[in-house]
């Protein structure tokens, strides 16, 4: 079911200037409906919105189920939605002519058909730079989570496996003088390659389609696809799900990977052949795997990767850190805003 929110006036505003500048303009010009795709959005950015807009919202527990939200659509000229929701050329066409801006509260957008957006002149707005950091650090505390083997040595403790000290019980591999390899070298790569140099490790490794000038002053150097992958102790992934990434970890590139390597992905899922890391992992051909993304979202509790101790799996949690998403959740807002009122964007996908 959905509530709406209208929209009013306040003698003093607080928020930022984006926002400000664009209430200059608009006076009191009509609001312009914008459709928010959960409830549980968080609410600076959505307070911001609510001030100069009619919100509908929907207003169940999950995800708005398809059928609901291409009724809903109908005649909003913004939707600010995240990455479970689907926006195709179904959807689009059901909108109509009056949507003119799609704003995700994410980084990535390959729930989003950006052709037809384009064909149709609807301006999309993403969330580049203001996770990055927390995305980082999470992608850090996975690896060693996996790494050093945290939630077998938690359960073991807890079950009456830890017994006594032992010198080779729970051993795992460390960062010190290691091989990094990260695939996809853009903000986030490069933020946990900075992260990941302050382990002292020996080599960082980068693979991407561009140079990157920043690699320098990192100490990264760009290799290939094959050679990163034969050459590191830890593959991070980090790249964005497109056309040339989708399963590009697949039983080839795992073959290559040494038998003691650990994989880590907070990126996307579908970069990932997941049946090829399922048997990698089962057979040896890589030591152990961490993952913030699967192939679908939410992973089946039946998955056999549930089964795997030497996999740690982690409920896409890579922005979730507090002040990060409020952040995210803001920038979506005046992506919004801007989009509608034909002011330059905060962060418009080009």
């Known amino acids: 079911m959905f509530y709406k929110r209208l929209a009013v006036f306040p003698h003093t505003l607080v928020c930022n200037s984006i926002a400000i500048n664009i209430l200059r303009k608009m006076g009191n010009s009509k609001k ?7 409830s549980d959005m968080p609410e600076s950015g959505v307070d911001i919105l609510k001030k100069q807009c009619e919100l509908k919202v929907w207003d169940g527990p999950l995800p708005i189920p398809k059928a609901d939200f291409i009724k809903s659509v109908q005649g909003v000229n913004g939707i600010y939605c995240c990455i479970t929701d689907k926006i195709d050329k179904e959807l689009l066409d059901a909108a109509g002519p009056e949507l003119k801006v799609v704003a995700t509260i994410s980084v990535g957008y390959d729930h989003i058909d950006v052709g037809e957006c384009k064909k149709r ?25 996996t790494s050093r083997r945290l939630p077998e040595a938690m359960h073991e403790a807890r079950t009456g496996g830890w017994v006594s000290w032992a010198p080779t019980w729970m051993t795992g591999p460390g960062l010190a003088d290691a091989t990094v390899g990260i695939v996809g070298f853009g903000r986030i790569g490069q933020a946990v390659a900075k992260r990941v140099k302050s382990f002292n490790t020996s080599q960082l490794l980068y693979f991407n389609r561009s140079e990157k000038s920043e690699a320098k002053e990192i100490g990264a150097t760009k290799v290939s696809f ?23 970890f697949n039983r080839n590139a795992f073959k290559k990977m040494k038998n003691s390597a650990v994989f880590i992905n ?22 152990a795997a961490g993952l913030d993304v699967t192939s679908p979202e939410p992973l089946p509790l039946d998955s056999p990767l549930f089964k795997l101790k030497n996999c740690v799996i982690l409920p896409h949690i890579g922005s979730a850190a507090i002040q990060t998403r409020s952040n995210m959740s803001e920038m979506t807002a005046n992506n919004i805003l801007a989009g509608l009122n034909g002011t330059k964007m905060p962060a418009q996908l080009e």
């Open 32 to 38: 312009f409906k914008v459709l928010i795709s959960r």
């Open 121 to 145: 002149g609807i301006k999309i707005g993403y969330t580049p730079d203001v996770l990055t950091d927390a995305t980082a650090e999470l992608t850090l505390a996975l690896l060693l989570c």
């Open 266 to 287: 907070t990126s996307r899922g579908g970069i990932v052949d997941q049946n090829a890391l399922i048997e990698a992992l089962q057979n040896g051909t890589i030591r």
């Open 226 to 248: 094959d050679e990163l992958l034969t050459k590191s102790d830890f593959v991070i992934c980090c790249a964005a799900l497109a056309p040339e990434t989708k399963e590009m």
